[in-house]
């Protein structure tokens, strides 16, 4: 038996040996009857009557003041056991048997709850619990169900070797497929005048290609070992299955894709992670890739086309269920395919004075750095949390804040807070501090992705979010902060490159409200739209009662919070919070914004119940996410998924009339033959490259395209504003 629990060795006897860890897995003391008699100087069955005595402070059973362990094995030793001791308790003498006598009832009950029983109906015989290896069929299941990957890594090996499903599954991969090496022009000889389906994989450190693999069935599998490709890659009419075909499509033109696995595992699971070709071939192919040593050496044998060709018609079948094949095959696979060109294109950044920001952030943190160290009479690591709570509570003496397990948290939250209420100077210099090395940490990650066209090449992620929306990486181009005066210095360096003479950059006017107004069918809300005024100066008129132009600024900033965080799952006590009021003032202020919106308090009510019953929500053009939690017993847990429930049908729509609007203006500039061009996509927003003599046109194409992405109950309003740089181009 291996374990940590000394309980374990009254269990010990010949045919019994426990394992124990003294450090660790790696170092463990084998128990046996002898090893127990020579630590301790008792017989196994003797263990538990010591561990009454001694206590267990793991198990919460108490010692007896004074007796250690030395003392509690010498008295079972003389005694024989603790029931012969407690017998003749009144015989042990000095201030231990006073001890013993005052605690027998301490010590009788962890006597009963040491002994291990012995006496329990167990039918099982233990031939019967013998290990027959990994089960991966059900493993691989429940692992992905969890959406625990690193314990499926680490069972590959295992699984490789001692499962017998494993064995089979992968001895069919292995001889049911025929695989031929071709050249490439035999290849593109053999795929001439073909419109049925084939499978690719490639080869492509870096994105760029060494080799590749075509699977015209889920058998048959032809291998070009070059990197020369035929014209049948861009051939639109030769239908192509791929996984993850963005980041190919970045570098190398591929026309006909039908059916991009990844994306389709994305759309049946958008909360998942694991989303690589291997995890899809074990979750819905039951094919384990055991874990193989990686050489120099090692070939690429283009397994995964005749993979891919099998995922398809399953993945397609889920999709199609769901009714979330359209979305696949009219929405995310022109996307990927308009994503991988903006990758490309990139955007055009002015490096001098990137340089120069980075120059003065660096600066500033010097400057700050050493106020800070006159503040406090001393140098200290400003960056490090220990020296930090030395030089704020023990030198300076400020009020301490939130407990943390390394003392007292100094995140800029509770700086903040340190800073209202004492004004100390050393905190200005602390928040000037963070502020400013977040801003040089951004810029140097600019220079830093700035390649030697001049560009940034962003990468965008199309299958990350559980909403829909897409993110960036390499750099985090959604990150550039926009509402202060140096975040929009650091846009400022986004600028237009000859040929193209500015930059456009175009929005939707409160689109998470216009679809609440669609979703909720409320009246008063879908008729303040109508009246084209200021949104949230109408609410706050019919909310408070007084005319438009009797709102004052703080009942617009009131009723703006409380409209965009209902989409959010905004409660009382937040609201409260966000605006500085007492939750009774936040409770009342919802039930006269309710009493004049009735639709949207239905709607949100409603939309709940509804995603705890089907177990999903939903978007205007059916993309759903599954929240299981919805019905968790667990009252935080379900209620995030609550709040995730209400959010993620109007964030969710937001990002498919996004896509859909980037399309229409991609597909409008090529109808238009116009040489302006679609550089990104942040947030709700998208950022074009003008060409010369073609803002006029631009501007009303922009305008068209995106608001008729979607027929909403209210308009779709568009911002576009022209400038030279991003900041400039601000609308």
Known sequence: ICTGDRDSFQLINANTTVLYPK????????MTPNAVEEKYGLTPAQYPDFAALRGDPSDNLPSIPGVGEKTAAKW???????????????????????????????VELNAELTHLRSDMAIETKIDELLWNGVNSEILNKLLDH???????????????????????????????????????????????GRTDPIAIEFSAPENKILEYAVATDEATLF??????VGD???????????????????????????????????????????????????RFLGIVNAEQEESLFSQFDGLGAPAIFKLVPLLEAELEERGMFKLLTDLEIPVQAELAKMEMIGIGVDSARLAELSKFFRGEVERETAGAHKEAGREFNVGSPKQLQAVLFDDLGLPKTKKIKTGFTTDAESLDWL???????????????????????????LIEATAKDGRIHTIFQQTVTATGRLSSTN????????????????????????PFVTLLTADYS??????????????????????????????????????????????????KAMSYGLAYGLSAYGLAQQLDLSPTDAAILMDKYFARFGGIRDYLAQVVVIARESGYTETIMGRRRYLPDLTSDNRPRREVAERMALNAPIQGSAADIIKVAMLNVADNLKRNSMKSRLLLQVHDELILEVADGEEKDLIKLVKEAMGSAYDLSVPLDVNIGIGTSWDLAAH
């Open 23 to 30: 450090r660790g897995v790696t170092d463990l003391a084998r």
């Open 76 to 106: 079972i030793s003389e005694y024989g056991s603790l029931e012969a001791l407690i017998a003749s308790a009144d015989k042990v003498g000095g201030k231990v048997g006073e001890s013993l006598r005052a605690n027998l009832a301490s």
């Open 146 to 192: 969890l959406e625990i990957k690193a314990i499926k890594d680490r069972v590959k090996i295992l699984s490789g070797s001692s499962s017998e499903v494993v064995e089979t599954k992968t001895a069919k991969k292995t001889t049911s497929i025929v695989s031929k090496e071709i050249s490439a022009d035999d290849l593109a000889k053999l795929l001439v």
């Open 223 to 228: 291998l070009v070992r070059d990197s020369k």
């Open 232 to 282: 049948w890659l861009t051939n639109a009419k030769l239908p192509k299955y791929l996984h993850g075909a963005k980041e190919i499509s970045r570098t190398t033109e591929i026309s006909g894709i039908v059916f991009d696995t990844e994306l389709a595992a994305y759309l049946i699971n958008p909360g998942g992670r694991n989303l690589e070709l291997s995890d899809l071939t074990e």
């Open 419 to 445: 800073f209202a209420k004492t004004k100390h100077p050393i905190l200005k210099h602390l928040l000037r501090i963070r502020e400013t090395s977040k801003l040089a940490t951004t810029v140097d990650g």
């Open 475 to 498: 750099p985090n181009l959604q990150n550039i902060p926009v509402r202060t005066e140096e975040g929009r210095k650091i846009r400022d360096c986004f600028v237009s490159k000859e």
């Open 510 to 559: 409160q689109i998470e409200m216009r679809i609440m107004a669609h979703l909720s069918k409320d009246a008063n809300l879908i008729e303040a739209f109508k009246m084209g005024e200021d949104l949230h100066s109408t609410v706050a008129g019919l909310v408070f009662g007084v005319k438009p132009d009797g709102v004052d600024a703080e009942m617009r900033r009131q009723i």
